[in-house]
């Protein structure tokens, strides 16, 4: 059914399965992202329950129990609909027999803005500092500065 929005400025809109479209792209990128950049063109693209089962099977296989029981879900997307229900099933499908925990903050506020206040801690630390990438930088070098930086 149509499920209408109002916008803050005021523009309302009524819209129908597309609403679903949105979601869906964090756990199926592969199938919404036909156009790509010339650097991702042979690369297939992780879901985000791809990305977090790859991160605890990367990591040390005595850490692997806690960092399963330990999933913070937060963010502005952790509030679509059902995603923390789709998460919990996609991970334990991934990881079965783990004792999978999931922990997401109770107000909307909190979890809009948990991923940015996070980040902006992580670029005020000192150490952070070095992988900074300054907009002459980028201008003399374009977007591969990232990759070089990032490695």
């Not at 229900?85 to 990881?95: E, F, G, N, S, Y």
Request: charged share 20%; aromatic share 10%; proline share 5%.
């Amino acid at each position: 059914p149509l499920k209408p929005f109002e916008f803050a400025d005021g523009f309302n809109v009524s819209v129908g399965a597309l609403r679903y479209a949105a979601p869906e792209i964090m756990f199926n990128p592969n199938q919404f992202l036909t156009r790509r950049p010339k650097r991702l063109e042979n690369v297939s693209l992780m879901g985000v329950h791809e990305m977090a089962v790859r991160s605890v099977l990367t990591s040390d296989v005595d850490l692997r129990p806690q960092l399963l029981n330990n999933v913070v879900l937060s963010g502005g997307s952790s509030l679509f609909p059902c995603f923390s229900d789709r998460i919990a099933v996609m991970l334990q499908d991934a990881c079965p027999g783990s004792r999978i925990k999931y922990y997401s903050l109770n107000s909307k506020t909190e979890r809009k803005s948990t991923a940015w206040l996070g980040g902006s801690i992580l670029a005020s630390l000192g150490t952070f500092h070095q992988l900074w990438i300054s907009r002459a930088e980028y201008d003399e070098q374009g977007a591969s500065v990232v990759d070089k930086k990032c490695q």
